[in-house]
């Protein structure tokens, strides 16, 4: 057990749909990542958040979007729903110190969304 | 931008046999290097990590992976698996000094047969 918690576990929905997912990361970290592995593209970093706020951007789609809340949890909205959105989402968190050493990711179980 | 690339997608071997899993990179700047295992229905879990230091690092579950800067690889290896070792490998990079998010390589799915 990681310590980072994913809720819903499984997602499924249908086309032009919006959702929330939503993490919780280990007690302390300060930092959330967003993950998406799917088939074709693999595992690719979406968006970083900090202590509240947006600390790099991936190959997030302007449908998607995120936000993390005082009390360090994030949440992933994703909306007008496409089938290519069908993926794993994982939440990975990092307590983001000055050494190297002391930022491993931590990955949550991941949100399964299905998109019909 | 980072690349990572993984050269086989699967590879199949026999339990107790050693296993090799290539993974090579591409950054213009300096890197760390890591390697996750996910297993089935579960998330990422970090076997090992190249930071500085001694090149050849060593991992959780006997894993142990070597890194060449010449040749941009990190290769790693286990000498004897087992069948609880069946996953998923993902090698990935992330920048000296920039945004901690990992860059991932496809992953090579690890079988061990009996």
């Known amino acids: 057990d990681s310590g980072v918690t994913q809720t819903p576990k499984h997602l499924i929905t249908a086309t032009g749909q919006r959702v929330t997912l939503r993490c919780s990361p280990r007690?302390?970290?300060?930092?959330v990542y967003w993950y998406q592995q799917s088939l074709d593209q693999g595992l690719q970093f979406l968006i970083q958040?900090?202590?509240?706020?947006?600390?790099a951007k991936g190959n997030i789609l302007e449908r998607f979007s995120a936000q993390q809340f005082p009390d360090l949890h994030s949440e992933l909205n994703l909306s007008s729903l496409e089938l290519g959105d069908s993926a794993l989402y994982f939440c990975?968190?990092?307590?983001?110190?000055?050494?190297?050493?002391?930022?491993?990711?931590?990955f949550g179980p991941g949100t399964r969304l299905t998109v019909l | 931008a980072q690349s990572v690339t993984q050269l086989d997608s699967q590879v199949p071997v026999f339990e107790e046999a050693p296993v090799e899993l290539r993974c090579n990179y591409s950054s213009s700047v300096s890197v760390y290097l890591f390697w996750y295992v996910q297993y089935p229905n579960q998330g990422l879990q970090l076997l090992l990590k190249?930071?500085?230091?001694?090149?050849l690092v060593k991992g959780i579950n006997g894993f142990e992976a070597e890194f060449n800067k010449s040749q941009t690889s990190f290769h790693l290896r286990k000498p004897s698996v087992h069948i609880s070792d069946t996953a998923e490998y993902f090698c990935a990079v992330s920048e000296q000094g920039g945004s901690e998010k990992l860059v991932f390589g496809k992953g090579t799915k690890l079988t061990v047969n009996p």
């Open positions: 007690s302390g970290d300060l930092s």
């Open positions: 958040y900090y202590n509240g706020e947006e600390r």
């Open positions: 190249y930071l500085s230091g001694s090149t």
């Open positions: 990975a968190s990092s307590a983001l110190k000055a050494s190297p050493a002391d930022n491993e990711q931590f």
